[in-house]
Structures are given as structure tokens and as C-alpha cells.
């Protein structure tokens, strides 16, 4: 399983604290604090020394785009799996999404941005700010262009995080929050334009409950909703890795499965799919919208697998070239 992102932040903020406590004051300064280059700067310096962003052309097919923990978004041919391009210009890249274009919107956590690439670019077409939070994760509204993001708080443990909604992608967003959906990091939609949302309330730094949201299409009402858990123990102490639809249920990714959703007059549990070794969130590969998904893609480690869906079990295809901790992944349609 994918380790927490508060491990990480913790683990951030702990290197900081010493490199901050062992630069001793220069002479003259009368113990004056010493100005330090804020994280922002680090990282966009690190950037530079990466190679530019490459792609081949003649990419007038299904592409599969995976964000990387070393800053780069791999792209790959989907159905021959090979390495067509690399886009370097994040610093910490996580969720992706894809719109009817292909166009594909990845969201880098540590610069607040949401960067939209055409299918097959490597020059973002925009930049959309949303440095007021820390972006996580994303969905396309495949019947008006929406974009939605899953923002967590930015500045600390305890600092409120929201749902953005960007009408057809663009402008600016409506924001929803909720206290006990603290953290967002998971939102997908559904055939029809009907948003589900997931975050988590921290109660200490161990301890944490997951929550749900609703949005119905062509409605603002964001209300919470309760899903019932896929066991007896619930929800609490339960981080979801993300929400998807598979062209017939609503998925909640939790460990190695997918559990299937209905949400009509109340949510049901209708079902569940095993994906051996998947740890991060799924991308469904669904020619026909109208139907159910054929295939699933997830990772673990440093490899990205393929299974057949909704047959699940293990994975028939894996996925090892230009790999460093994928994380976010998604699929954009033949252009």
C-alpha cells in the first residue's frame, strides 16, 4: 500500500526543521534570522537539471499517462506499451484525469497547479492556479467539460482542505468544503454528470475516518453521504486511494480492490473486484462509455499493471520502463 502523504509531509517538515536549525547566523548579523530558499525555489531548481520534456509524433492513438514521485509524467502507447515521452515540468505530480479531447489535466501537489496537456503534447496548453491548496486529484464531467479537483489543505496537518469546481474547465471554480471531509483526495463522475467525493477527517497524526459526498448533476447541493463499508469495521482508519466509474458503478479503490456502488434513492454495495497488487488509484480503459470498462490499470511500487475488467485477479500486463513510484494515471482517447 501506497504509504501516507502525511508520512511524507512529516517526514518534509522534519528535514526542513533541521537544515533550518543548523544554519548558524553569519557574522554581524547579531543572531538575526537567516533568509533560506523556501521549497518552491529548490524544487524548481531541481527541475533544470532534468532533461527537456520529449514526444514522438504520430501518436494518433489511446496514450497512457503516469505521474512519477521523481517530478516526471511518463507517457506511453497504451495498447503496445511503450515509451513514447516524458514531461518533466512538474515538481510533484499526482492525480490525472482526461477530457472527450484527450486533453489530460495533471495535478502537482507542492505548486498548487493543475497543468493541461493536449493528447499527445509536451508543452502544457495552460496552467490552472490553484496554489491556495495542494491539488490531489481530478475529474472530467464527460457531459459538460467540468473540471473538478480534490484539493487538500495547504500549510499543515489541520488547515482545511475543498472540493473546486471549475465550470467546462475553466473561469473561476466554486468551492465546497465540509468539515468532516477535511482532506479531499479522491472525486470521479459519473456517465451522467453526477460527482461523488472522498476526504478524510485527521483526528490525530495517526488516526483518521473517511468520508463521503455527493453532487447530482445540474445541482450545487454538496451533501454528505454515507456508503456502507465494504467489512465491519468501517470506514475509520480506512484511507480510500481513490473514486472512479466504470461505466456501470461508482469504484472506491481501497488496498487491492475496487468496491462497486449504486447510488439511487441510497448508496448499496452491489459488488467488489480483486486486483492483485493494485495500491494506487485505477484508470478504467471503457470504449463504450455506456457499458461497463473492459480493462483496469493500477501500479504498485515501480511497476504499472493491466487487467482484464471486471474480471480482476492478477494482472496479465506489467509495466516496468521509466517507472520511479507511479502514482497518478490516466488514459487519453485516441485523438
Known amino acids: 500500500m501506497r504509504a501516507s502523504r502525511w508520512a511524507y509531509a512529516l517526514g518534509y517538515f522534519v528535514i526542513v526543521a533541521l537544515l533550518v536549525a543548523c544554519v548558524a547566523p553569519p557574522s554581524g548579523t547579531g ?42 509524467v511518463n507517457v506511453y502507447r497504451y495498447w503496445q506499451r511503450d515509451l513514447v515521452g516524458e514531461l518533466t515540468d512538474f515538481t510533484q505530480p499526482e492525480g490525472e484525469c482526461a477530457d472527450a479531447k484527450g486533453d489530460v489535466y495533471i495535478t502537482d501537489y507542492s505548486t498548487g497547479d493543475i497543468d493541461e496537456y493536449a493528447h499527445g503534447g509536451k508543452t502544457a496548453l495552460r496552467v490552472i492556479d490553484e496554489s491556495g491548496y495542494n491539488p490531489y486529484a481530478c475529474a472530467i464531467d464527460p457531459k459538460t467539460g467540468d473540471l473538478a479537483v480534490a484539493n487538500y489543505g495547504k500549510g499543515g496537518y489541520y488547515t482545511q482542505g475543498s472540493l473546486a469546481i471549475y465550470a467546462h474547465a475553466k473561469g473561476n471554480p466554486t468551492y465546497y468544503s465540509s468539515k468532516d471531509l477535511y482532506h479531499m483526495n479522491g472525486v470521479a463522475y459519473d456517465n451522467y454528470g453526477d460527482l461523488l467525493a472522498t476526504g478524510f477527517y485527521l483526528y490525530s497524526d495517526e488516526y483518521l475516518e473517511t468520508y463521503f459526498a455527493y453532487v447530482p448533476a445540474k445541482s450545487k447541493d454538496f451533501q454528505e453521504i454515507s456508503l456502507p463499508p465494504p467489512d465491519s469495521s468501517g470506514w ?17 479503490d481501497l488496498y487491492d480492490a475496487v468496491y462497486q456502488y449504486s447510488i439511487n434513492i441510497k448508496p448499496e454495495l452491489v459488488g467488489s473486484v480483486k486486483l492483485d497488487a493494485a495500491e494506487i488509484p485505477v484508470a478504467f480503459y471503457n470504449p463504450n462509455p455506456k457499458k461497463q470498462a473492459t480493462q483496469a490499470v493500477s501500479g504498485s ?27 497518478g494515471i490516466a488514459i487519453s482517447g485516441r485523438k
Open 301 to 327: 511500487g515501480n511497476d504499472v499493471y493491466y487487467w482484464k475488467y471486471p474480471a480482476g485477479g492478477e494482472p496479465y500486463v506489467t509495466l516496468t520502463h521509466g517507472l520511479d513510484k507511479p502514482f
Open 236 to 252: 475509520y482508519e480506512t484511507e480510500v486511494s481513490g473514486l472512479g466509474w466504470d461505466g456501470e458503478y461508482w469504484t472506491v
Open 31 to 72: 543572531g538575526a534570522a537567516v533568509p533560506y530558499v523556501a521549497a518552491p525555489n529548490a524544487a524548481a531548481a531541481r527541475r533544470t537539471l532534468r532533461p527537456h520534456s520529449w514526444m514522438k509524433l504520430a501518436v494518433n492513438q489511446e496514450l497512457l499517462y503516469v505521474s512519477n514521485a521523481n517530478g516526471i
